[in-house]
């Protein structure tokens, strides 16, 4: 699907091909021989996002200019042009499948691995290799070449990838993309229309209640025993599924892209909740005022307090319970007391994404 927002709408060069069941939205420029593949979200809803040519963004991929793009030279042709404070992707990039990317810049032949999250501000030189299930801190400067693994990968871990993956990294993408052509083949188009159906569904009985103040994306999908509070929302590919019990979301949520609740019995989600891109929730119970990040799993039982953090791609195992005014860091996770500072800020989550999801609903996506 390509969206437009704010008057802003999806641009896509010769040969670009975006898959109709990935979601594309708002300020988005798409370069020649980009695909973005089915799942897929980008959206440029907050700053501008520029794809360069060749890019491949793999399946359920989350892209997200999140305000702190600082490209600023946009080299697609024989001459720069001024993208300042656009988030700027170079050339022959590959995003692999469920990355969550938020960062400024990515330069050309850059590999961003499967589960990765690279968080606000980053920004990725030319060739940077980020392995399967990296978290990349917010503003770190990645050079040139540069290898990061772990979680999190702060650039003072990282390797230099040898001459032999510089050259794997510099025909990925064209590879990648050469596979890719069976979509041309079986006639879709990114201007396809996919057959819509009823992204709120009803199971055995039990029907969504959704507030009239809340929003759920036309690419949201939302089943069974759910009640969605005021103020909150389910964004593009996200899934929230009330089989096994019933899932209450308080007010001041947000589902993001990609993120899925399905809990094996009842769960509790308090207010002012972010679920973030790519987040697979599993729990029993949330407090309020609580940061799930990027690409983090909460498996069955688990219990998190009040004002709490749970860092990107962390994992908290069957049963862990965080209490009240803790970070959980890591895999396995790490319990940590959480600064007053921080603990402070977190009656405000979800106020940010209440407004957006208001622009979205408006506009009728």
């Known amino acids: 699907m390509l969206r437009a927002i704010n008057e802003r709408a999806p641009s896509l060069a010769a040969n670009a091909f975006v898959h109709p069941a990935a979601y594309v939205v ?195 999908y939302v089943a069974g025993d759910v009640t969605l509070g005021n103020r909150s929302s389910v964004w593009p590919g996200a899934v929230v599924i009330g089989d096994a019990g019933s899932v209450v979301i308080g007010e001041y949520c947000d589902i993001q892209d990609n993120a899925v609740v399905h809990s094996d019995g009842d769960l509790i989600i308090g207010n002012h909740v972010s679920i973030a891109h790519g987040t697979s929730v599993h729990a029993s119970k949330i407090g309020s005022n609580v940061l799930v990040a990027n690409n983090s799993t909460l498996l069955a039982d688990v219990e998190v307090g009040d004002n709490c953090i749970i860092a990107a791609g962390t994992l908290l195992d069957c049963g862990t319970k965080v209490p009240s005014g803790s970070i959980a860091i890591g895999v396995p996770a790490v319990i940590l007391p959480l600064e007053a500072t921080r603990r402070e800020r977190l009656d405000q989550t979800g106020i940010g994404y209440s407004e957006r999801a208001q622009i979205m609903k408006a506009a009728g996506l």
């Open 26 to 220: 708002g300020h988005v420029e798409i370069g020649a021989d980009v695909i973005v593949l089915p799942g897929a979200v980008v959206r440029g809803d907050m700053s501008g996002i520029v794809i360069g040519s060749g890019t491949v963004v793999s399946e359920n991929a989350v892209i997200h200019g999140g305000g702190e793009g600082t490209g600023n030279r946009y080299r697609e042709g024989s001459e720069p042009e001024d993208r300042s404070g656009f988030f700027v992707i170079g050339r022959n990039v590959v995003i692999h499948q469920s990355a969550v990317v938020h960062c400024g810049r990515i330069g050309d032949y850059a590999n961003i691995g499967g589960n990765s999250t690279v968080l606000d501000g980053a920004e990725l030189a030319d060739y940077t290799d980020i392995a399967a299930h990296t978290v990349v801190p917010p503003r770190e400067k990645i050079p040139w070449g540069a290898n990061l693994r772990g979680i999190p990968a702060p650039k003072s871990t990282a390797a230099q990838i040898s001459t032999t993956r510089r050259r794997e990294l510099r025909s990925q993408a064209r590879e990648i993309r050469e596979k890719m052509l069976f979509w041309q083949d079986i006639g879709l188009t990114s201007q396809s229309d996919l057959k819509e159906k009823d992204m709120i569904q009803a199971i055995a009985s039990k029907s969504p209640d959704i507030d009239t103040e809340a929003w759920v994306s036309e690419a949201g």
